[in-house]
């Protein structure tokens, strides 16, 4: 054991990726708007703009692809399924759903509530797009920590719920006009930070106290367990599925896109403990999805899913994975590169702001760096910063976010540590002439300002 730190797995397939030249990518960069979303992925050199969807997947996954059960209705698939979410979150009704912003859609149709508040660490957007659509009031309550992008002040889980922010509420505004806390594991915006048990814990009672329920959105749920092992007391020696099915003890339902821990392509679950909102759940899915039993999924998929969350909640498995996302942030502080910390579970987070001093937010320093990571070296990135959670008052006046952030999301059980090698040279000799770049002009966004990121066209200033 001593010696057998490497990939807990060996390589069976390879997908050739292809090397481009400077100018090429200038121009490329030009014609996609200078916007990370609109280029090809054929330009892209190493891929980091998401870990959703882009898992590789085991020879045991291809392998029960191959038995999906394509019924339509009581597809032996979906009882696979179903017997292993049931084992990881330890609750007993699964719906599936196509991915997990469909399992948010029929969740917020059933825990939100017009001009009612939905208390969060920090909603991931597609519960918030669903949430104002509906006209309920997504607020995000995580810990003071969990906005402090300056260096390392030791604490563990920068997900937490503030409990103080969500006992103000109640007070403020009555238990009654909230309808729902959602807690998100881990949480995505501010750098994949995880939320301990006692977190979980507490929500749960300060919530059952006012008769509010209890939601958690798991598309990482495994790597939020591990943190919890690793950092927690009192988990050191508990397995990742008795600290997962713990965690679920503390909500009444679950949403996940299981394009995340489930390593697959695509999926997403709505999993509960209530038998009348599972129902509920079963007639959104009728019309919005597809039948009960595979819900927007093929047989196939399901199968791949199935074995997926096994294989994601095993031990070997995150340790490998958290230790390299870990690595490749120990080498960009090694280059001085500002980035969160410490790091979180799928990527590595750096801080725009403090990386261009001199460009200011209304400038959008974060895509700025992405532009040049793709520049550089085809390295593509995503922003998380002025243009994805920027907004605007009703005067039409730009808010700008708290947090400035470049996301360097690793795929699962895709790259090598050299591939993550040249991911931290090119950012580090970016950091290094830093003081050779200016801003962006945003020259176009699209009709709902929440979603311009993807659309957004901006010109070099
Ligand atoms: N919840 C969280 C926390 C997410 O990170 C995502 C997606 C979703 C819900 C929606 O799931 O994509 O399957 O519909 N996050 C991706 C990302 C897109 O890049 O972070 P989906």
Redesign the pocket.
Known sequence: MYYQTAEPFKIKVVEQIKKSTKRERQQWLKEAGYNAFRLKAEQVYIDCI????TSAMSDKQWAAMMIGDESYAGCKSFYNLETSVQDVFGMPYVQPTH????A?YIMTRIYAKPKKYAIGNMH?D??RGNAEVLGALPVDYVVDEGLNSVGNTGYPFKGNIDLNKMQNLINEKGAENISVVIV?VTC?NNGGQPVSMQNLREVSKLAKKYNIPVVI?S??LAENAYFIKTREKGYENKSIKEITREMFSYCETA?M?S??DGLVNIG?LFVTKNKDVFAMANQLAIVHEGFITYGGMSGRDMEALAVGLQEATSEDYLEYRIQQVKYLGDQLLKRNVPIIEPTGGHGVYVDGRRFFENIPQCEFPSQRLVVAMFEEAGVRC?ELGACAFGSKDSDGNPIWPALELMRI?LPRRVYTNSHLDVIANVCGDIYKNRNSFSGLKLVYEGPITALRHFTAGFELL
């Open positions: 998401t870990d959703s969807g991915q997990g912003r469909a948010d991931f597609t519960f998100t995505n959105d598309a990482r949403t896109s394009k995340k997403g995503v999301a």
